[in-house]
């Protein structure tokens, strides 16, 4: 098998399940039900690699963007604070799945499935409209505030993005989202900011191999230090790749050792696929197709 074919294996082994694609719209489908059922919600979508079709198999979480009427969360004129929005979503959650294991994660409410599935609620509030054309919503920003977000418009601009890369931007995605849960430990590093980075630094587009655009992405993220990247439309700040900074440093420690290792596996691919081979087992940490 060459190192081309071994990276079209490495596709199709990690792409998800029938059963895992099924399962998280069942999951989305009763938590919207009990949300509709206690709140008045202006609409739901699903958000994130789900969505986007990043996800892959075993790992990647479902995230239900649930935009709620602001009369919910209005008290005297003012918004009230994030943080009482996500635990009074919580409480709901919790009220209609006693059993299952809830918790707040910074800016949404996770719901962990005894399937293994993982949900992540996102509440939003509808705030303007970003050039006539694209919703802008409030959703938490951790600390108990709100910041502005546009899953619509990002969306469209990772999925262009995909298309003049013919396709690879999207395999890309998953690969290094592989890579992330192969590292030991898990590198913390968000799937937002890996399309986000893929798209604007246009990493996948030309002719390329997907070991060549592996090698660029790692490249791109070192080079930025892992840093939070500005929001291309420069309607939520900026996109952070990690939640801390010990997270920062472990994980540019890891995108920095990866990227080496795959310049070495690109060198060597040519005159000797062992090393290439051995060298991309390293990067996957021992889960690159033989």
């Known amino acids: 098998m060459s190192i081309s074919q071994s990276f079209s294996s490495l596709i199709s082994r990690i792409q998800p399940l029938a059963s895992e694609v099924e399962a998280a719209k069942q999951h989305l489908a009763t938590i919207q039900t009990r949300l509709e059922t206690v709140f008045e919600l202006s609409s ?6 789900f969505a986007r079709g990043t996800s892959i198999r075993g790992f990647s979480d479902a995230d239900l963007f649930a935009v709620f009427r602001k009369s919910n969360f209005t008290r005297a004129g003012s918004l009230i604070s994030s943080s009482t929005v996500l635990n009074s979503v919580r409480q709901e959650l919790v009220a209609r799945y006693p059993n299952t294991p809830i918790s707040r994660d910074v800016m949404a409410i996770s719901v962990a499935f005894a399937d293994g599935r993982h949900v992540d609620v996102v509440p939003a509030l ?8 694209w919703p802008v919503y409030l959703m938490p920003d951790g600390v ?18 995909n298309r ?47 070991g060549e655009c592996v090698r660029d992405i790692f490249r791109s993220l070192a080079t930025r230090g892992c840093r939070a990247m500005q929001d291309p439309f ?10 801390t900074e010990g997270q920062r440093e ?16 690109l060198t060597a691919e040519l005159w000797q696929p062992a090393e290439a081979r051995r060298q991309w087992g390293i990067v996957f940490n021992g889960k690159f197709p033989a």
Not at 234 to 243: E, L, Q
Not at 250 to 265: F, K, P
Request: aromatic residues 10%.
């Open 44 to 49: 739901c979508r699903r958000t994130g690699s």
């Open 126 to 133: 509808f705030d303007s409209m970003h050039q006539e054309k």
């Open 144 to 161: 108990g505030g709100w910041m502005k977000t546009c899953p619509s418009i990002y969306d469209a601009y990772i999925e262009q993005a």
């Open 164 to 210: 003049a890369s013919g396709g690879k931007l999207l395999y890309v995605a998953q690969m290094v989202k592989f890579w992330r849960e192969c590292r030991s430990p898990r590198v913390p590093l968000s799937s937002f900011h890996i399309e986000l980075v893929l798209a604007s630094e246009e990493t996948c587009k030309g002719v390329k191999s997907y």
């Open 234 to 243: 420069r309607i939520a700040g900026y996109i952070p790749a990690v939640k």
């Open 250 to 265: 472990s994980t540019l420690a890891s995108v920095t050792y990866s990227r080496d290792h795959a310049n070495t596996a």
